[in-house]
């Protein structure tokens, strides 16, 4: 009978350490993930990306929710939170208060909530190459 | 800044064309064909929605 483990080497490699390092950090910070596991390429796209997409919904005037009403609002709150720390220093520091009042700035609400969206998408792809389910 | 609503469709669809590409697919040739599928999709069907608009306010 072999004896020969199903998991490639790297494999067992990835699981060394604390493997949900890349999920939390690419949460807190877009990007992060990735760089932690040397993917630094990947990690300054989805960086520029989800970081690009956030900050041009609050130049375009978007809202940050901040409070559920409602289950849409709640959903908003889920998505804004997946931007991690932009998430929070923009509430901090005052941004994205302003009410909506153009087709423009609920484009903007909308390209927040997708950024944080996004940036869970990218948290998950990190965790994944950390724990080897994807290869590369 | 208010960009056209056109504007915002191609950054929308540029950037999470971005982040889909990378996250779908396993190497660097696969993720930016992939990337580039979403983005015309993003944008054909924005497209079209928008004629389809247009002829039913007609």
């Known amino acids: 009978m072999p004896t020969t483990p199903n998991k490639p080497a790297a494999g067992k490699q990835s699981q060394q350490g604390f493997v949900y390092l890349p999920l939390i950090a690419g949460w807190l910070v877009p990007g992060a993930g990735h760089f932690l596991l040397g993917k630094w390429i990947r990690g300054a796209l989805l960086a520029v990306s989800i970081i690009a997409m956030f900050v041009l919904g609050l130049a375009m005037q978007g809202k940050l929710y901040t409070s559920a009403q409602d289950i849409l609002d709640l959903l908003g709150v ?11 220093v923009s509430r901090a520091i005052g941004l994205g208060g302003t009410p909506v009042q153009t087709t423009v700035a609920d484009y903007g609400t909308k390209f927040i909530v997708v950024a944080g969206l996004l940036n869970i998408i990218a948290a998950v792809d990190a965790h994944n190459l950390r724990t080897g389910r994807k290869s590369s | ?11 929308f669809a540029l950037f999470a064309s971005t982040v889909f590409g990378i996250t779908m697919r396993d190497t660097p040739r696969r993720m930016f064909r992939y990337g580039a599928y979403c983005f015309v999709l993003f944008v054909g069907s924005v497209i079209v929605l928008s004629w389809v608009m247009f002829l039913i306010a007609r």
């Open chain 1, 78 to 88: 889920a998505g804004d939170l997946g931007s991690g720390l932009l998430y929070f």
């Open chain 2, 1 to 11: 800044m208010h960009p056209s609503h056109f504007t915002v469709i191609l950054l």
